[in-house]
């Protein structure tokens, strides 16, 4: 039997005014006045009219990706789709909570505010990440490990076959770059980041975020939740807790998630939010599988044409 995913984005999707079909209907309308509730009129001004660089702030992206790429999943919801399960990418892991029904929209909206604000606070002076690409996670790691006398330096994101982000301290990234390129990468760049997110240098945040997910109630979900940090699935919410903390000072297996997926017997995915970054991603990974998009009213009502043929 084939099986459906929903799966959520991460920070760096986002763009002033997104969402805003979404928005007309009436769970969107619904999901807007929750956010209103939760975060103020002046969060909902900045979503519609920017300005841009302060919808960039950790402690804005968050919230703000969340509520749009929920508000694409209730969409579905309305119609009727029922997914086999969900996942996201780092921060698009609460979105995936709130569609399996573990967490609701205004207690995830409060959550990843939150977040935001301890990892803008936790970045250290002096950290970035790095983009590499054409090179094997194997060699990224032995890159990262060469460079890590000159300080911390690990790989972040495992996002497709010859694609992966590393993060820690500038003066190791710049040195790991340069090895990943002896070591054959096609390009090894720098990330305009606000910080080293996902390395060890995000550890504090991680462990203040604990306390935020601990006063959760956590509701069992209605389909396993693949967790970033080991691309197993979570349905207790002692794991989920757990799993939240770690991811923010460990990588996210992104490759690794699709991949259980497509073992699992996931042959379509469905990305609810802000761009197509990771329907990109997926493509790499298995070329094979279905690709649907929920991000305005056009893209909508074409995954759920297709829902209705192929099921």
Not at 98 to 103: D, K, N, P, Q, R
Not at 120 to 133: D, E, I, K, T
Not at 257 to 265: A, F, I
């Amino acid at each position: 039997m084939a099986k459906l995913a929903v799966i959520f984005p991460g920070q760096g999707s986002q763009y002033v005014g997104m969402g805003k079909e979404l928005f007309q209907t009436s769970s969107g309308k619904k999901a807007l006045e929750t956010a209103r509730e939760v975060l103020g009129d002046q969060f909902l001004e900045l979503l519609e009219n920017g300005p841009e660089e302060e919808l960039q702030q950790t402690a804005n992206t968050q919230p703000a990706i969340l509520l749009v790429s929920v508000a694409a999943w209730l969409q579905l919801q309305e119609a009727g789709v029922k997914p086999d399960y969900a996942a996201g990418h780092s921060l698009g892991e609460y979105s995936a909570h709130v569609a399996a029904g573990s967490l609701t929209l205004a207690e995830a909206l409060r959550v990843v505010r939150r977040r935001g604000e301890l990892m803008q606070r936790a970045v250290p002076a002096g950290g970035g990440m790095a983009a590499v690409l054409g090179l094997s996670a194997e060699k990224v790691e032995e890159a990262c490990q060469r460079a890590s006398d000159l300080g911390v330096v690990a790989p972040a994101n495992f996002n497709c076959p010859g694609q992966v982000v590393i993060s820690g301290e500038l003066t190791a990234v710049t040195r790991a770059i340069e090895v990943a390129k002896e070591l054959g990468a096609k390009r090894a760049m720098p990330l305009a980041v606000s910080g080293p997110f996902h390395s060890a240098l995000m550890r504090k945040a991680g462990e203040e975020l604990l306390s935020v997910l601990r006063q959760v109630q956590w509701a069992p979900p209605i389909c396993p939740v693949i967790a970033n940090i080991d691309a197993g699935e979570v349905v207790s919410a002692e794991r989920t807790v757990q799993s939240l903390v770690d991811q923010v000072s460990g990588p996210v297996r992104w490759e690794q998630s699709v991949r259980y997926l497509v073992d699992s017997g996931v042959d379509t995915f469905i990305e609810c939010g802000p761009g197509k970054v990771l329907s990109g991603l997926v493509k790499k990974i298995a070329p094979e599988v279905n690709l649907l998009r929920v991000e305005n009213k056009e893209s909508l009502e074409k995954s759920l044409a297709y829902l209705k043929e192929s099921r």
